[in-house]
Every structure is written in C-alpha cells, then in structure tokens.
C-alpha cells in the first residue's frame, strides 16, 4: 500500500473557496495541497451558460490579493472572463492544485484526518471542505414528471438558447438563474416561466456591489437580509425581457406527456422544461452529523470537529460566501482558527 501524503491543511475544492483559502494559507505559513476534481482551472464558472454576467462589475468580483482586470466591452464580466482570472489567480500565487483528484471520503481520528482520493491517501491536521454545490443539481419529483415526452435539463446542463429557437418551453425557479435562463430564451422561444411564489425582484438599482454591502452589514448584525429585500437581481437583460412581457405564472400542479397542466384546469403544450431548481451541496463523507443535508457549523468550523472547516457554501458558512467577492472573509477567518489549532 502507498503510503499517505502528509499535509498540514488539505482542501478539498479549487474553484474560487479553495483558491481563497490557498491565498490566506500561504500567507500564513502552513503547509497545504488544494484537490480538484475538474481537469482545468475555473471550478463551476468553466460550466455555466453562454449568456452569464457577473451581477457586479470586475472591481467588486475580485478574490482577495489579486483585483479582477476589466473585461474589455463589457461592464459586468462574463464567465469565461472570471475562468481566465481563476486560473491567473492559481498561477500567480503558485497555488498547489492537484487536478483532477477526487475525495472519497475522510477518516476522522485522534492522530489526524486521513483522506482517501483517486491520488491516493492523504494525512492532514485540517481540512478544509470547499467543493460547492454544483456537482449535485436538485430536481423536485414533480408529479408526471416522467410522463412528460418533451425534452427535461437542469441549469447544469443549460448552455445557451440556440437548441430552443422557435420552441415553446417551460422554465421553473424563482430565483436567478430561473429569471436569467427565462430571459435569455424569451428572445428566441415562446417562454412560461413558473415558480413557486410569486417572483420577487430586487429593486433595479441593486447589483453585486449592493448585496455585498448588505451582506457586510448582516456580519455586523446591523441591517436587512437579502432575502428581506428581494430574491432576483434585475440584471440588464432580465429587465429587457421584463419589458418586452416576460411575467412569473404559478407553479403547475403535474406535468403530463405533452406540458404541464395547473389544478385549474390550464394546460400549456411544451418542447422542453428546464429546472432551475438549485443545488444540493456537494460534501465528501466524514462521519459528521447532517441536519437538512448540512453539516452544523460554528462560522466555518464543524461543531463536531473543529479540525474541519467548510467554505463557500452560501449564507450557511457566512454571508455572501458563495460570491467571488464575499468568500474571502470566510476563508481568512477559516486559515486564522487553523493556524490557532498548530500552534
């Protein structure tokens, strides 16, 4: 048997959590090794739809240390621009990211935490879990959803609306990828967008910078959530197909073979039916306790074994944490309660 590789700190995730706390963890002096499970630099960025842009200009989507260059015509970058700055940002800081290695799971003992991956073993005083959300896309089991004969994805299969032109589809989600894919099709498809309450839009002159300030606010305990003020960024094409119709219906009761029919009788004949219907997070086996599929959390740190420390999942492990600008702040607490733990 190969013997284990020995590491102070290990990450598990190199999409923009990990790289954060690679940052913060060379500053600090530790010993560490970030595991990727994709081939190329650029976590979930290298994945999502043609037609994405930042809710926030380059000057406010930057990791910490390095400021993200301006993408040239475009006021809010792309995401292939935020793929090119990732693996800038990787390189630059010389970051050690073994790709691609996947984490099977994680053996918790006195002596330290034994990782087990498809690079073989590793042995780590922490750990800290950065793998995101989008290696578990969640769809509801509608009623009829296997009925349907039409054409079914996921946001993480959604790519751009070209394969729907002249298509009558069905877009489900309230919040912003359900609001973006809906109006990225509305220009080439006859779109029904439904969710499950009625779509709440952030006022139009709220962008990332805004949300970021707010989410500051919340770790200072003095202000509105997000989630008081709205679920959905009106970005520039969201508030264009808004204007030229695009409206929120009901949620339907069931699918049937030919497109969804609501308990009033409606019926709505369609192609295709995308489910913008979010994430699960994507977490290696520990042995740790999970409420609702989350592992109990004091800031970032397990309440049961504060050895490991869990990044970049959303409000769950710290406000704005899943942003490119707000993971920072997580991640550099994170790396401090680690250092505290080797000394």
């Known amino acids: 048997m190969t013997e284990a590789r020995r590491t102070q700190v290990l990450v598990i995730g190199g999409g923009q959590a990990g790289l954060a706390a690679g940052y913060y963890l060379r500053r600090a002096g530790l010993d560490f090794a970030i595991l990727d499970g994709a081939t190329a630099p650029g976590g ?7 037609s994405l842009r930042l809710f926030s200009p380059a000057g406010y989507s ?24 990732l693996a800038e940002y990787e390189k630059r800081y010389e970051l050690p990211v073994h790709r691609p290695a996947w984490a099977e799971r994680v053996d918790r003992t006195e002596g330290g935490l034994f990782t087990r991956t498809s690079l073989g073993d ?32 996921h946001t993480y ?28 099709l509305h220009r080439v498809a006859t779109v029904r967008w439904v969710t499950q309450r009625t779509a709440r839009f952030l006022p139009d002159d709220i962008d990332g910078r805004a949300l970021f300030e ?5 770790v200072q305990d003095d202000g509105p959530r997000i989630s008081d003020l709205g679920d959905i960024v009106a970005t520039a094409p969201v508030r264009a197909a808004r204007a030229a119709g695009l409206t929120a ?47 109990p959390v004091d ?18 492990t710290g406000p704005a944490s899943a942003t490119l600008i707000g993971v920072g702040r997580t991640a550099r607490t994170a790396v401090e309660q680690i250092r505290a733990l080797a000394t």
């Open 44 to 50: 979930a960025w290298q994945h999502y739809w043609d």
């Open 62 to 85: 930057a990791l910490p240390g390095r400021p993200m260059p301006q993408q040239a015509g475009q006021a809010y970058p792309d995401a292939t621009h935020v793929v090119s700055y």
């Open 122 to 153: 590793w042995h780590s005083d922490a750990l800290i879990l950065a793998t995101g959300n989008w290696e578990r896309p969640f769809v509801p089991a509608a009623p009829g959803r296997r009925e349907f004969t039409g054409r079914q994805l």
């Open 157 to 184: 299969g959604y790519r751009s609306a070209a394969g729907f032109a002249g298509q009558r589809v069905v877009v489900v989600g309230g919040g912003n990828s359900g609001a973006q894919i809906a109006a990225d």
């Open 214 to 218: 707010i989410a500051t606010r919340r």
């Open 249 to 295: 219906h009901p949620m339907f009761a069931r699918l049937t073979a030919t497109g969804p029919a609501w308990s009033d009788g409606t019926t709505w004949p369609a192609d295709a039916v995308i489910w913008c219907t979010g994430f699960r997070p994507h977490l290696v086996p520990t042995g740790l306790r999970r409420t609702r599929g989350r592992i």
């Open 299 to 316: 800031g970032t740190r397990a309440v049961e074994d504060g050895r490991i420390h869990l990044l970049g999942y959303g409000d769950w």
